[in-house]
C-alpha cells in the first residue's frame, strides 16, 4: 500500500496502516530524507520497513556518476604529462645549514 506518491502523502492510505505523518516523518529522516517531496514513491515492505524510490535530482550521487563529471570537466591530456617533468637531484646540493646535526627535539 502506497504511502506516498510524486512528493505527496496519502493520508487515506497512513490511517489504513496506522502510521502517523510524525512516525513517517520520522522513518524517514532515519534513512537520511528531510524533505517528503523527493520521494517519487513510498511503499510498506513486508517486513514493515518504508520502501521508497526518490526522485533522480534527489538521489545520492554514486561512485560513477562522479567519474563520468570528471571526465566532462577534465578530459584526458593526449600526452603523457609527466614525460616532460625533469627530475632534480637533492644529493650534491645541500647547503651548510642543512649539514648541520638535526636538534634531539625534531628527531
Known amino acids: 500500500m502506497s504511502k506516498a ?3 505527496k502523502l496519502e493520508i487515506n492510505n497512513l490511517r489504513r496502516l496506522r502510521v502517523s505523518v ?3 516523518e520520522k522513518r524517514l ?3 537520511g530524507i528531510s ?4 520521494v517519487k514513491y513510498g511503499t510498506t515492505e513486508n517486513n514493515g520497513e518504508f520502501g521508497y524510490e526518490l526522485y533522480p535530482e534527489a538521489k545520492p550521487i554514486t561512485k560513477k556518476d562522479m567519474e563520468l563529471m570528471l571526465k566532462s570537466y577534465l578530459p584526458k591530456p593526449n600526452r603523457d604529462v609527466s614525460s616532460g617533468v ?5 644529493e650534491g646540493d645541500q647547503t651548510e645549514s642543512h649539514r648541520d646535526e638535526v636538534p634531539t627535539q625534531l628527531q
Open 22 to 24: 510524525d512516525d513517517l
Open 29 to 31: 529522516r532515519m534513512v
Open 35 to 38: 524533505n517528503i517531496e523527493d
Open 5 to 7: 506518491k510524486k512528493g
Open 86 to 90: 625533469k627530475r632534480i637531484s637533492l
